[in-house]
T-cell receptor
């Protein structure tokens, strides 16, 4: 039982490049979400999904896309990376969005 | 917009001291969660409180949910270096189905 896994662990991008952050969970959770963590700002919700085929925007969705084709996977796409997207990204899953979240280990992204 | 204000943001204390971290909002939450995060890892849930006035104890950690379910506190007794980390409070809303996180409190406990 691996829980929530994320790849890559670290990534450096140049401005304008695109990439996909991978997230997978093996707990059969319907709810999955992506957060970004910046110093002094806690965790901010980017996008979330309440089940396969259903996604919605969180607090800071601009510049990011998501899709949910299976219960297990919830990738986050950066369309055209900007320095403002330098951050640590966490994927989480749970039975319900307002209850205990199980977090992955994070991806540290730097955009130059 | 729901907001959670967490204080203090930074705390550096000596081993054996007591401390309290506060989490305040003008909004009512259906649950209040506390997470602990170590460097290079994701947050891990410590406790969930759901009833106004509820107090939960986890060894040397005491968590309280305010009577009006708008605020919470985390009290650590006789802090140890192993308590060092980032503590995050998060308010859950059954209306929105989401969690709102506070800014976090970085705790350093020196031996």
């Amino acid at each position: 039982n691996a829980g929530v896994t994320q790849t890559p662990k670290f990534q450096v991008l140049k401005t304008g490049q695109s990439m996909t952050l991978q997230c997978a969970q093996d707990m059969n959770h319907e709810y999955m979400s992506w957060y970004r963590q910046d110093p002094g700002m806690g965790l901010r919700l980017i996008h979330y999904s309440v089940g396969a085929g259903i996604t919605d925007q969180g607090e800071v969705p601009n510049g990011y896309n998501v899709s949910r084709s299976t219960t297990e996977d919830f990738p986050l796409r950066l369309l055209s990376a900007a320095p403002s997207q330098t951050s640590v990204y966490f994927c989480a899953s749970s039975f319900d969005g307002s209850y205990e979240q199980y977090f992955g280990p994070g991806t540290r992204l730097t955009v130059t | 917009t729901q907001l959670l204000e967490q204080s203090p943001q930074f705390l550096s204390i000596q081993e054996g001291e007591n401390l309290t971290v506060y989490c305040n909002s003008s909004s009512v939450f259906s649950s209040l969660q506390w997470y602990r995060q170590e460097p290079g890892e994701g947050p891990v849930l410590l406790v969930t409180v759901v009833t106004g006035g509820e107090v939960k104890k986890l060894k040397r950690l005491t968590f309280q949910f305010g009577d009006a379910r708008k605020d919470s506190s985390l009290h650590i007794t006789a802090a140890q270096p192993g308590d060092t980390g980032l503590y995050l409070c998060a308010g859950g809303s059954s209306n929105t189905g989401k969690l709102i996180f506070g800014q976090g409190t970085t705790l350093q406990v020196k031996p």
